[in-house]
């Protein structure tokens, strides 16, 4: 492993996405757009108070997911990860150098989207802003982390994408954002404890409601990390430096 | 510069290697040596197993069987991937980065010297479309960016699948004249190629066709051997000679 390696990695994925200019407004456009027509649905009732924080997390998580997914994909039929892995380069260094650089526009977005929901939208949270902040992070790298596993299991992008209703669809219906998640018949609510999703969302619940840091939102960002390295682990496992 | 000590001036042995693609035995325990400082060809037609061969050498081709070993260490050791280039026969460089930004990427990783970027860029001659994006560039230009990023820093081997297919023949000689000066300057390089003129460039000659290396020889020597005036003409004589032998051996 090499700092050098990771963050030529990192500076290489930036300069892809800067030559891709609607990429990055899309990536940051979006999720403001989204939140305002959310703030702007739900006008005059407490919904947006309760949902706005929750899908600060999940905008990103989704995006992440999607765009890792088909960034990896790319490498590995382009045969650049090939050439890579031929390369000195960690594994590794390949992973932290893409989240790294997804990282940084995750934290862009998350500031964004936060800044316009707390001082232009109204939105009311307890909690500090940075920890929005954080955990939008958190679940951007969650979502990279797993974009980037499921990228393994798909031929092409075709593929890639269809994975994103089939992996992130379901977390987000069992998440509690629709129906808390106590309020959820005992053997989905036993599914949504094992998704990462749920602790990410419980978590930006957690912020809106407590104007403290407790150890209910630490212990929900620690199985969150857990999750994002447990992904990234199994992910490092399906770059193969050998293959039939 | 070389390390060959352990292998007796070769920079590539192979002994008896098989490889298995899709349920398909497409290396028949083939076995060869690629001489230290030469530039060896690969040369047989499409779908003979070069390329299978080239990423056996490279070490990222699981093999069934044999035993491969290149620079003195078993292909695809750790220790190798600073030591041994490879290029694909597609390119494998990113089409949305321009040409300096692919190479400084893999400059950056090799950790070559200031200046090697700009170096190969004119070793392949892409001055004029440096800072261009790699996707916009023509499939021949694309491949030499490909070819490029192989020549940095200082690598002891380079394995160049087909790297001259598509170019204009001003660029094919220079580019020939530079693995030959490579070459002097003690690198080994194998190339290959599916078109047999490119042959007389090469000063070791590996013949394949269906997984299998019909001969390993100087091009001279094999034009003597054979009793022809060209590689096409040898091939030929080489395949004629294998197919009467192996219809025996069906037959017996």
Redesign the interface.
Request: no cysteine.
């Given at each position: 492993m090499s700092p050098?390696?990771t963050l030529?990695?990192t500076?290489?994925v930036l300069?892809?996405l800067r030559?891709?200019p609607r990429t990055i407004a899309l990536l940051l456009v979006v999720p403001c757009v989204l939140i305002s027509l959310l703030a702007w649905v739900y006008d005059g009732t407490p919904v947006f108070d309760r949902i706005g924080a929750p899908l600060l997390g999940v905008f990103p998580f989704v995006v992440m997911f999607l765009v890792t997914s088909v960034a990896t994909l790319r490498e590995r039929t382009?045969?650049?990860l090939?050439?890579?892995?031929?390369?000195?380069?960690a594994k590794l260094d390949f992973l932290l150098g893409y989240a790294l650089a997804f990282g940084i526009l995750a934290v862009l977005q998350a500031a964004l989207a936060s800044s316009l929901s707390l001082f232009v939208l109204g939105l009311d949270v307890a909690g500090p802003a940075w920890l929005l902040v954080l955990v939008a992070l958190l679940d951007a790298l969650l979502g990279m982390a797993l974009g980037l596993l499921v990228s393994a299991f798909a031929a092409t992008e075709f593929q890639a994408v269809q994975f994103l209703p089939a992996i992130v669809l379901p977390q987000f219906l069992l998440c509690g954002l629709l129906v808390p998640r106590d309020d959820l018949p005992g053997f989905l609510h036993g599914i949504s404890s094992v998704l990462p999703l749920s602790y990410a969302v419980d978590a930006m619940s957690t912020v809106t409601s407590s104007s403290t840091v407790g150890a209910g939102v630490v212990g929900d960002l620690v199985v969150v990390a857990g999750c994002i390295v447990l992904a990234l682990t199994l992910g490092a496992a399906t770059l193969r430096?050998?293959?039939? | 510069m070389v390390k060959n000590s352990e292998s007796g001036g070769a920079a590539v042995v192979a002994r008896e290697l098989r490889v298995d693609r899709g349920g398909r035995r497409v290396l028949h325990d083939v076995s060869f040596t690629v001489p230290s400082g030469t530039v060896s060809g690969l040369l047989g037609p499409s779908g003979c197993g070069k390329s299978t061969l080239m990423r056996s050498v490279v070490g990222v081709q699981i093999v069934a069987g044999g035993s491969l070993e290149v620079l003195g260490s078993p292909a695809g050791s750790a220790d190798l991937r600073s030591r041994v280039s490879y290029v694909t026969q597609a390119p494998s460089v990113y089409a949305d980065l321009t040409v300096l930004e692919n190479l400084r990427y893999f400059a950056a990783l090799l950790g070559a010297p200031r200046g090697d970027v700009e170096r190969v860029v004119a070793e392949v001659g892409l001055e004029s479309h440096a800072a261009l994006l790699t996707g916009s560039l023509s499939g021949g230009q694309g491949a030499r960016v490909s070819l490029a990023a192989a020549l940095l820093g200082t690598p002891e081997l380079l394995v160049l699948d087909e790297p001259t297919v598509g170019l204009d023949p001003v660029l094919r000689r220079d580019l020939w004249a530079l693995f030959h000066q490579l070459a002097e300057r003690g690198r080994t390089l194998l190339v290959s190629s599916h078109v047999m003129d490119e042959a007389q460039r090469c000063q070791r000659l590996l013949l394949m066709r269906d997984g299998r290396i019909l001969a390993d020889d100087t091009p001279s020597g094999l034009l003597a051997r054979t009793g022809t005036d060209d590689v096409e003409a040898a091939f030929l004589s080489m395949v004629d000679a294998q197919s009467s032998v192996t219809g025996n051996e069906v037959s017996a």
């Open positions: 050098r390696a030529a990695t500076r290489r300069g892809q030559h891709d382009s045969g650049t090939e050439r890579l892995l031929t390369m000195p380069i430096r050998r293959t039939p | -």
